[in-house]
């Protein structure tokens, strides 16, 4: 048929546009002579819209249009899933199915065996049918794809995944569907993605709860403590739930969204603490109100979670970001629950959790605190370890008023090795005496089978040395920070490491109980600066110091390695103003650490509050990496990756004005004449540091 007698067809059919029809075929690049075509050239079908009414569905040259039964109003279209967007499929040959069926069977039969469990919430409301995508992608396939490829593919082939590692996959809708049940992360995996990609068809509402009750059923299917947890939840808008009539009085409906969705992450992020990664992904245009999504992100770092935020701004590039994400996130907690020097995996332990927000509420020991007074505190000490003496002290009480000491039921803390709860002294009147103090405890359940009182004190050791010499390192540093110029007490931030102690106390009906203890900071102030992987923290930070040029006279500079140049008398020295970023300061400090000891220790995984009056980082839960000449890896405990710890810092780290100031000597001139003393003594500060 010629193409003027196709035209002249296709215009004796009319069909009535809608503004909301009109709306999606312009979202979805879908121009009305296509809907014109359909109705005349396409499959006809029955479909029910969600109310329940009967419309008529065209499929035409992959497009699927809806009308109304009179076939002449439209109502909206949507491109064919995986009309736009494709891949081939993996080869299975026989020997991977049976791999695949005996991988399948192991996860059913042995759950201890999981490595790790992800957990997969793809939107399909309507808007997921936007052809918006760079490239002309709906927003539906290029998240299929994208899970394929850049995750599930990815991670096979950079041997970051087997098929011990366990997937599932939920479709959120108006209700949700479980579209994969704990499967292996292999190739087939991979190809029933493509699948996805080829047959779902968004639709309807967009509701977060119902999925997020089936993601939390399908990650609570496996509770043993050495299985690293991953929810990703990706979205193209705010919830589409149904508020419940008692929210309606209390809360907008925004606010509500917040409450209902923040109680499901709570339950999940209480259960799992640390093991679980959380990682919402907003896949929309920047107008786009993700609020309800981000809370979502922001909620699990209450009970020590991982939690983020990415805003994906529809292009595949970012959308691979996204999972990028949460393949490291996974990685990290699945080398953590790896006991050092093997792939044996270590059992977190089953405990209760707490919101950090509550922290601090009780003002007396009531049912949520073990409390030991009486024969238990007698029989009970606190000591502190000698570093130089390689020996534990006995010390007095905190307060000398001290009968007891209550130990809070539900830890709020979670790091890499140790759980965090409250402490509290208690006096004479049964009430908390002194300052808020918090107790640590190993995280991982092999630690607490400890009877021996020896090896229950020895336990805390390397924790209390690490702690002890970052703090004789974080001395030497803040004498150089007072020799620069500019420095003002009032302003410029020192660096601290808290002094801790190990209590031990015993009860026939409660058992022995060995904490170390520190005071306690903020939670609401508490971050990490930098971390044990090279992550860097607060560069875009607002706050700034300014050194030099501050009427403390002329300096000139000398580097260190370099004291004997011929330069020394030049008048070239630094006279302008140096801006610094407060939060550069602890890492300059890590980076001082390193070069300070010769390049074998570096201090880093700085994390505490920094305090305002005097300003302080009171840090806590340092990390030490040790550059053995053997290259060995945990002198300082799990956490000191030797030179590997060493590199991944440095990987990231860029040195500021603050890095390159300290890392020379400064010289005040008198007249034309400068004093040849150098910061006399700094080094002798620090003695030692030999292992």
Request: neutral net charge; charged residues 30%.
């Amino acid at each position: 048929m010629s193409p003027s007698r196709v035209s002249s067809r296709l215009s004796a059919v009319t069909v009535l546009s809608s503004a909301h029809g009109r709306q999606r075929r312009a979202e979805r690049l879908i121009d009305k002579r296509d809907l014109k075509a359909a109705v005349k050239h396409g499959k006809k079908a029955m479909s029910y819209n969600q109310r329940g009414e009967l419309n008529y569905k065209y499929t035409f040259a992959d497009v699927i249009y809806i009308t109304d039964l009179t076939s002449r109003r439209e109502i909206t279209a949507w491109a064919v899933p995986g009309a736009g967007l494709d891949a081939a499929k993996h080869p299975i040959s026989a020997a991977m199915k049976k791999e695949h069926n005996e991988a399948h069977r192991c996860i059913k039969a042995d759950k201890s065996s999981w490595t790790s469990h992800t957990v997969i919430i793809v939107d399909q409301s309507g808007s997921m049918r936007k052809t918006d995508v760079e490239g002309g992608a709906t927003r539906s396939d290029a998240v299929w794809l994208t899970l394929a490829i850049d995750f599930v593919a990815k991670k096979i082939e950079s041997g970051q995944a087997t098929s011990k590692d366990v997937v599932s996959i939920v479709a959120m809708g108006t209700s949700h569907t479980v579209l994969v049940e704990t499967m292996p992360h292999d190739w087939i995996l991979f190809n029933k993605a493509i699948d996805l990609l080829r047959s779902q068809s968004p639709s309807f509402d967009g509701n977060y709860l119902p999925s997020l009750d089936a993601a939390e059923e399908l990650l609570l299917a496996n509770t043993y403590g050495n299985c690293a947890l991953d929810l990703l939840f990706f979205s193209d808008g705010k919830p589409s739930d149904q508020i419940p009539q008692k929210f309606v009085s209390h809360h907008d409906t925004g606010r509500a969204h917040i409450v209902l969705v923040g109680a499901r992450i709570d339950r999940l992020a209480s259960r799992f603490g640390r093991r679980l990664s959380v990682t919402a992904v907003g896949f929309a245009g920047p107008s786009e109100d993700f609020s309800v999504l981000q809370k979502l992100a922001e909620r699990p770092a209450q009970f020590g979670s991982h939690g983020r935020f990415i805003a994906a701004q529809l292009n595949a590039e970012a959308l691979g970001a996204a999972f990028d994400s949460a393949i490291s996130s996974s990685l990290q907690t699945k080398s953590e629950l790896t006991a050092i020097g093997g792939t044996s995996r270590r059992i977190v332990r089953d405990v209760k959790r707490k919101a950090r927000d509550t922290v601090g509420q009780d003002i007396e020991p009531n049912d949520n605190w073990f409390v030991y007074r009486g024969k238990s505190w007698r029989n009970g000490e606190r000591l502190r370890y000698d570093v130089k003496g390689r020996k534990w002290e006995p010390m007095p009480p905190l307060n000398s008023d001290a009968t007891g000491v209550a130990l809070e039921v539900s830890f709020f803390g979670e790091g890499a090795e140790r759980l965090v709860r409250e402490f509290r002294e208690i006096g004479s009147d049964g009430r908390f005496t002194g300052e808020r103090l918090v107790a640590k405890e190993s995280r991982f359940q092999m630690d607490v089978g400890y009877t021996d009182r020896r090896d229950i004190i020895n336990f805390h050791k390397t924790f209390c040395d690490t702690q002890h010499r970052a703090q004789r390192l974080a001395k030497v540093f803040n004498s150089r920070l007072k020799q620069l110029p500019g420095y003002d007490e009032r302003t410029t931030p020192l660096i601290s490491f808290l002094e801790c102690s190990v209590y031990v106390v015993g009860d026939r009906n409660l058992g022995t109980m060995s904490s170390l203890v520190e005071k306690q900071l903020d939670p609401s102030k508490y971050k990490k600066w930098n971390d044990n992987q090279g992550g860097v923290d607060g560069r875009d930070s607002v706050d700034h110091l300014t050194f030099g040029g501050m009427g403390l006279g002329a300096i000139t500079e000398i580097d260190d390695e370099d004291e004997d140049s011929e330069e020394d008398d030049d008048d070239s020295g630094i006279d302008v103003e140096e801006s610094i970023s407060i939060e550069d300061i602890p890492q300059a400090f890590s980076h001082f650490t390193y070069r300070y000891t010769h390049r074998r220790f570096l201090v880093c995984d700085l994390q505490g509050v920094l305090s305002d009056s005097p300003p302080m980082f009171e840090l806590t839960d340092p990390v030490i990496h040790f550059r053995s000449r053997h290259r060995r890896r945990g002198k300082f405990g799990r956490t000191d990756h030797g030179m590997d710890g060493i590199v991944d810092f440095f990987r990231t780290h860029e040195c500021g004005p603050l890095c390159r100031m300290l890392n020379r000597r400064w010289v005040r001139r008198v007249g034309a004449q400068q004093r040849s003393s150098h910061l006399d003594g700094l080094e002798e500060a620090v003695s030692n540091l030999t292992l």
